[in-house]
């Protein structure tokens, strides 16, 4: 069974950087897309990331674009997710994502939410003002 492990999380303080890990195993890892997707409480969740892991195109949303850097090992099947100039605002339970990568994240962008076929348990990221 595929299995999709994260880790990193925090408490950090506003302005601060923390560097999320997820680690992937049981698929072939070249073969997906990776998201990270964080979730607020009350809120809905939110795409905040993804790259493909066959050719390292990337993508962001706009809330993180130039904080936020993801990229990968692939020898270790680990994708990661530098976090820097941390906001409050970037609190919430961040979560790793796979999906087989028919269309490749350079031209179709990060896939959304519901097209993802495996899931992390998440890990807390709180940001203090």
């Known amino acids: 069974e595929v299995q999709l492990v994260e880790s990193g999380g925090g408490l950090v303080q506003a302005g601060g950087s923390l560097r999320l890990s997820c680690a992937a195993s049981?698929?072939?890892?070249?073969?997906?897309?990776i998201g990270w997707f964080r979730q607020a409480p009350g809120k809905e969740r939110e795409g905040v990331s993804c790259?493909?892991?066959?050719?390292?195109?990337?993508d962001y949303s706009d809330s993180v674009k130039g904080r936020f850097t993801i990229s990968s090992d692939n020898a270790k099947k680990t994708v990661y997710l530098q976090m820097n100039d941390l906001q409050p605002e970037d609190t919430g339970a961040y979560y790793c994502?796979?999906?087989?990568?028919?269309?490749?994240?350079?031209?179709?962008?990060?896939?959304?939410?519901?097209?993802?076929?495996?899931w992390g348990q998440g890990t807390q990221v709180t940001v203090s003002s």
């Open positions: 994502a796979a999906v087989q990568e028919y269309d490749r994240v350079s031209s179709y962008g990060c896939y959304k939410a519901w097209e993802y076929e495996y």
């Open positions: 049981r698929f072939t890892f070249d073969e997906y897309a």
């Open positions: 790259m493909s892991s066959s050719d390292g195109s990337t």
